[in-house]
């Protein structure tokens, strides 16, 4: 039996993010100022940690780790009070302990009963009485015998080369980090390539042998992160693996979190990092999500500030998700011999189908709060080649993990989905729509070739069906709202359709009059339209959609033609899928489609590897 450190109270990475981390109260002397791990409070001043990444989220850690006691242990030197707290779900708060704090460097500890009721969230406030320094604060677990944990963290990284240094970098400088690192594996699927960067030697040096960069052909965030799996499955000393996104921002303390919770899980389990918005970084995006079968799509964002003690509510009540997405995503390695590795679908979706697949397995992932990233959000990824994957990895995933959808349910949506954007006049995103639902209908055998030929010829078409951008600006207008009226809707719909049908497309070098919002972009503004812009912050210029009759009329019937398939066929496609699906996730496959000879392929770093260590060895970290 031995302690384990789960949970270090740290100060923010930038003053702009400090709601996240503290709530901070000035006094009349002045107001706080910190470090990363200590912080200093004039007399009279009081600080709290009923924030995202400081407060402790009881739920998770009580369902599914043996967590027995926990403790909060701190050190200060001044004189002050410290109070520990416990929010429940309802919002009523609860005095656990207080303490006295008296003299230079000294130690107090509090422990944190379990919850009588439902778990909450666990918080202390510490009051200063003369000039008090917080040395540390951190929450332990007391007598557990944790589970050996040594990470690989692989990255899959293309053409965005500061942002990963930068990541990688902040891994190997907290030693806390590094100690549970067995490696960094870095897979360059990018036409800049990582090891050419100015900054790259100087980072290679401080990594020493835990540091691995392969150079590989794009076969996409599946190709990439499968190569750090097996990567990891080569290096003698891992345990778990962690994949990460090359763009998102982390703070290392998530990775030491994931660590703990996994070194006391009761069963297996996958640990999943919440993503907060890059550009807004106080809002929450995804905490976890599900799979909607018959709508073909995964569960709405749930987009919400967290940098208020009333925003956490939500976050105290587990809801049930079915994957977590790879922006951040830890799991053992002894998995893989169960659920196998993921399929080679590219991108946008093969988190999902892997995030099921464990499910089925009888594996949950659990959502951690306060492990998260900064990634950007979905809706700045932009339109283009992302809708094929989008769809087809979806009506994938429906087949394989729902063995009885309701066809006509899915060929409905799939028509529903392909006329908004024809009516929206985005001939591109609808030809996609079409390409993966025939992809689709073709089986497993589609994703047996290397994806490159298949991906340049998707970006090819989209670069064809394209408008030339409009430089300048126009008058932007709001559309006026739909009617509520569903016969109304409809009518207007049947309407829009017979329009595009039958009438001649306006004329090619007919400009647009005005823009729209991209918010506004959708069937109903744009169907009764024959030339508009929208103005879209995520692309330079104004993209131009242009009414073409001819367009219309063949990916309207070519829609109805795979409608129809999909309404006949899909059965038959599912079961190919669910027969042949399989033997796409072996090794053996996998070595073979990217190219690699022999059992290793690189290993987890020089020989020897890094020096051996773990979070389940006990003692605090160096």
């Known amino acids: 039996m031995t302690d384990l450190l789960v949970q270090r109270v740290l100060m923010p990475l930038q003053p702009s993010l400090a709601r996240l981390y503290v ?122 015998e944790p589970r050996p944990v040594r990470l690989v963290a692989g990255y899959c990284t293309f053409d965005r080369e500061p942002l990963l240094l930068r990541n990688v970098a902040a891994l190997v400088a907290d030693s806390a980090v590094r100690a549970i690192l067995a490696g960094v594996v870095v897979v360059d699927q990018g036409s800049r390539k990582v090891r050419d960067h100015l900054a790259f030697g100087a980072l290679a040096r401080r990594a020493g042998p835990r540091l691995t960069l392969l150079d590989q052909s794009n076969f996409g965030g599946a190709g990439g992160f499968t190569r750090c799996l097996l990567e990891a499955l080569d290096t003698e000393t891992a345990t778990h693996a962690l994949l990460m996104d090359d763009d998102a921002i982390l703070d290392p303390e998530s990775v030491l979190r994931a660590a703990a919770f996994l070194a006391l899980a009761r069963n297996d389990l996958a640990v999943g990092g919440q993503m907060l918005d890059r550009s807004r970084p106080r809002e929450l995006v995804e905490a976890g999500a599900r799979y909607l079968p018959e709508r073909i799509t995964t569960s709405p964002h749930v987009r919400r500030r967290v940098d208020r003690p009333a925003d956490l509510a939500p976050l105290l009540t587990a809801r049930p998700i079915d994957y977590n997405g790879w922006w951040f995503f830890a799991l053992p390695l002894a998995l893989l ?133 409009l430089r300048g600006s126009l008058p932007t207008v709001s559309p006026p709202p739909p009617s509520p009226r569903r016969l109304v809707r409809c009518a207007r719909r049947l309407g829009l359709i017979a329009r595009h049908l039958i009438r001649p497309s306006p004329p090619a070098d007919a400009l647009p009059r005005h823009a729209l919002r991209a918010a506004d972009e959708n069937a109903h503004a744009i169907g009764g339209l024959d030339v508009v812009a929208v103005d879209d912050p995520h692309q330079e210029g104004l993209v131009v959609l242009r009414r073409c009759r001819g367009q219309f009329v063949r990916l309207f019937l070519r829609g109805l033609g795979l409608g129809l398939r999909l309404l006949v066929a899909h059965r038959q496609a599912a079961r190919r899928w669910r027969e042949g699906a399989p033997a796409l996730t072996t090794r053996s496959f996998w070595r073979a489609y990217l190219g690699l000879s022999g059992p290793q392929s690189g290993g987890g770093g020089a020989p020897g590897g890094p020096p051996a260590g773990g979070v389940g060895g006990g003692g605090a970290p160096p």
């Open 23 to 144: 709530r901070a109260r000035r006094s009349a002397e002045g107001a706080p100022s910190w470090r990363r791990r200590s912080v200093v409070l004039p007399r009279g001043t009081a600080l709290r940690t009923d924030t995202y990444f400081n407060g402790f989220f009881e739920g998770p850690w009580r369902t599914h780790t043996s967590l027995g006691q926990l403790d909060l242990r701190v050190r200060t030197s001044g004189a002050g009070r410290l109070r520990l707290y416990r929010r429940a779900p309802g919002g009523a708060r609860t005095l656990l302990a207080k303490v006295d704090l008296t003299g230079q460097g000294a130690e107090a500890s509090l422990p944190a009963p379990a919850a009588r009721d439902e778990p909450g969230l666990l918080f202390f406030e510490l009051r200063a009485r003369s000039r008090l320094v917080l040395h540390r604060a951190e929450w332990w677990a007391r007598n557990v």
């Open 337 to 469: 011999d169960r659920a196998r590795l993921p399929l080679p679908l590219f991108l946008r979706g093969d988190d999902v189908e892997f995030g099921y697949r464990l499910l089925r397995a009888g594996v949950p992932t659990v959502p951690l709060p306060g492990v998260a990233v900064w990634h950007e959000p979905f809706e700045s990824k932009g339109r283009g080649w992302h809708a094929y994957y989008d769809l087809r990895n979806m009506l994938v995933v429906g087949a394989l993990h729902f063995p009885a959808p309701r066809a006509g349910a899915v060929a409905r949506r799939f028509l529903h989905r392909l006329l908004d954007e024809l009516l929206a006049c985005d001939y591109g995103e609808a030809w996609l729509m079409c390409e993966a639902v025939a992809d689709f209908l073709r089986g497993p055998d589609a994703l047996r070739p290397g994806p490159q030929r298949a991906h340049q010829r998707l970006r090819t078409a989209c670069e064809k069906l394209a408008t030339t951008p």
